[in-house]
């Protein structure tokens, strides 16, 4: 299995994409820089802990995609706060990196449960 067929990973991804084409014309690059680069550590963590190939390795780059979920929730929040996203738009991202990182803790229950490398198709 490669990561590009992981759920987890595409759901990332999109996010990730969704929030850069929902942000592109805001104007505090400071904000927008910072939570697009969140957003964008969860699938590219994903994808490096799925190339290492090594358990141990694999459940690291889960954690850090993991911890950028909790990151992106919180600048979502401060965004919503002051009125840089929608109350809408920011409770589905909210959503969205909530599924995210319920899929992460069980990928990562299932890593350390199995003795073996991550399968490199």
Not at 14 to 40: C, V
Not at 66 to 80: A, D, F, H, P, V
Request: aromatic share 10%; charged share 30%.
């Amino acid at each position: 299995m490669r990561f590009e067929n992981l759920e987890v990973w595409k759901k990332a991804r999109e996010l990730s994409a969704n929030i850069y084409r929902d942000l592109k014309g805001l104007k505090d690059y400071g904000f927008k820089d910072q939570i697009t680069r969140s957003g964008l550590s969860i699938p590219s963590n994903i994808a490096e802990g799925f190339e290492r190939g090594y358990q141990k390795e694999s459940i690291v780059f889960l954690s850090y995609a993991k911890g950028s979920c909790g990151e992106l929730r919180t600048q979502i929040y401060i965004g919503m706060d002051i009125g840089y996203i929608g109350k809408e738009k920011g409770e589905a991202w909210l959503a969205e990196a909530y599924k995210i990182s319920a899929m992460l803790t069980a990928l990562i229950k299932a890593r350390r449960a199995s003795p073996h490398k991550p399968d490199q198709s």
